[in-house]
């Protein structure tokens, strides 16, 4: 095969195991991708067998799927190569940032960095997911991490801390025996802490998965809840349910792709974002609310 869109094709049903998921990925019809397919497989022999579970590999297809993974490990390093040689400092950065860091800590500043410097195109993109930075989802990424991949390079800032929290109105108005807590979900439940807690006798009400809207919840009255400190600190209207420390979490990083280390706007927004969650070291640790 000599045409890198076939590999691509081949990939994609190979990743996503369905003729409409491929076509989806490829921004293609399914009609499109079916069509190229069988036009592929009688030229080069069977690639895939149609089973229940979706589409399976043949063993010509593993080989060509192995044949297709170093050509795009070449082409996106080729993308990578190019933007790092751009030693100017107009151009586009991709941010990605969980989304309570977004909205809680980073939101004025990422709107101070475009205008101090218009010539950069910032664009950020909010996730939980440690996106594919040798896939170029991003060019810079803060996460928080106990070991994020070893060949990314960076910043390790400090660890976001946790502590119980309750809504004061929550407390006064709610009899003690009618409390509630609004838990993660088990798959993110970290353990012990609903024993480690002030109040490891109350039930759970509701499990969220979602950090913000769990924040959300308890900001309501909707029950006590293990918040972020950088989140509920702020907030008036709840107390701490401890005098314990914080809890320190997972560390806080700023990375980027080793092969954009000394593109100058990417070093100029990782220092930016360094600096500016640096400054709020106390309120992630805890330390404002425990003044």
């Not at 089973?51 to 390093?77: D, F, H, N």
């Not at 700023?254 to 100029?268: E, G, K, S």
Request: glycine share 6%; net charge negative.
């Amino acid at each position: 095969m000599d045409d890198w869109d076939d590999y691509r094709l081949i990939l994609a049903l190979a990743r996503r195991g369905s003729m409409r998921a491929a076509a989806m990925e490829l921004g293609l019809t399914h009609t499109t991708v079916s069509r190229r397919l069988s036009v592929l497989q009688d030229a080069r022999g069977e690639l895939f067998e149609k089973t229940p579970a979706g589409y399976s590999p043949t063993a010509l297809g593993l080989a060509l799927i192995e044949v297709a993974e170093k050509m795009e490990g070449l082409s996106l390093a080729g993308a990578r190569y190019q933007r790092a040689m751009d030693q100017g400092m107009a151009g586009t950065i991709t941010l990605s940032l969980p989304e309570a860091i977004a909205q809680y800590l980073l939101l004025d500043d990422v709107l101070e960095f475009s205008e101090t410097y218009p010539a950069i195109d910032l664009r950020v993109e909010t996730s939980y997911r440690f996106v594919d930075l040798d896939r170029s989802e991003a060019d810079v990424v803060v996460r928080g991490a106990q070991e994020p991949p070893e060949h990314l390079v960076g910043r390790r800032l400090f660890p976001n801390c946790v502590t119980y929290y309750g809504n004061r109105d929550y407390l006064e108005s709610t009899p003690r025996d009618q409390w509630r807590w609004i838990a993660p979900s088990a798959e993110t439940r970290s353990p012990g802490w609903l024993e480690e807690s002030p109040y490891p006798d109350v039930p759970i009400a509701i499990s969220i998965d979602d950090i913000t809207a769990r924040h959300r919840a308890l900001v309501n009255g909707l029950g006590l809840s293990r918040g972020a400190c950088f989140m509920a600190d702020p907030e008036p209207s709840l107390t701490r349910l401890t005098q314990s420390p914080p809890v320190p979490q997972q560390d806080i990083w700023v990375l980027t792709h080793p092969d954009l280390r000394n593109t100058p706007r990417i070093r100029l927004l990782m220092d930016f974002i360094a600096q500016a969650m640096t400054k709020k070291r106390g309120l992630v640790l805890g330390e404002w609310g425990a003044a």
